[in-house]
């Protein structure tokens, strides 16, 4: 009397357990593509702090003027990708740079990598 539903409670069992598996897979393959595409974020955005870096060693201009100003002002790499450097702080002979890289998604800045060098003043 008991064997007709066994078959039934035994499918409904194992559709549950697969969908729950199915689930599971999910999630891990959704948080590995953010992980990823956070990482992917983060790299473009320090390329693009050391372009702007490297732009700066290139122009090779004398800093005379007053602390804290922008000497590169934005300039994009690619649609998403962009830099700025700017004069934080100079003592003697020596200046700080900051190197901004910056990623978008539209017009919302994402992520923003900062590289620091000090520099002997020219």
């Known amino acids: ?19 729950m598996i199915c689930l599971m897979l999910w999630e891990t393959v959704s948080l590995d593509f953010k992980i990823v595409t956070n990482a992917y974020r983060i790299n473009q955005a320090k390329l693009a702090a050391q372009s702007g870096l490297n732009h700066f060693m290139v122009l090779n201009t004398g800093v005379s003027e007053e602390d804290r100003r922008t000497v590169i002002p934005e300039t994009r790499l690619t649609s998403r990708t962009s830099y700025t450097v700017s004069i934080h702080e100079s003592q003697h002979d020596l200046i700080t740079v900051v190197s901004k890289g910056i ?9 923003q990598y900062p590289i620091w060098a000090v520099v002997k003043r020219r």
Not at 1 to 19: D, Q
Not at 103 to 111: A, D, E, L, P
Request: hydrophobic share 50%.
């Open 1 to 19: 009397m008991f064997r007709k539903g066994m078959a039934l409670v035994t499918v409904l069992c194992m559709s549950t357990i697969l969908s």
């Open 103 to 111: 990623y978008r998604k539209g017009q919302k800045i994402v992520f």
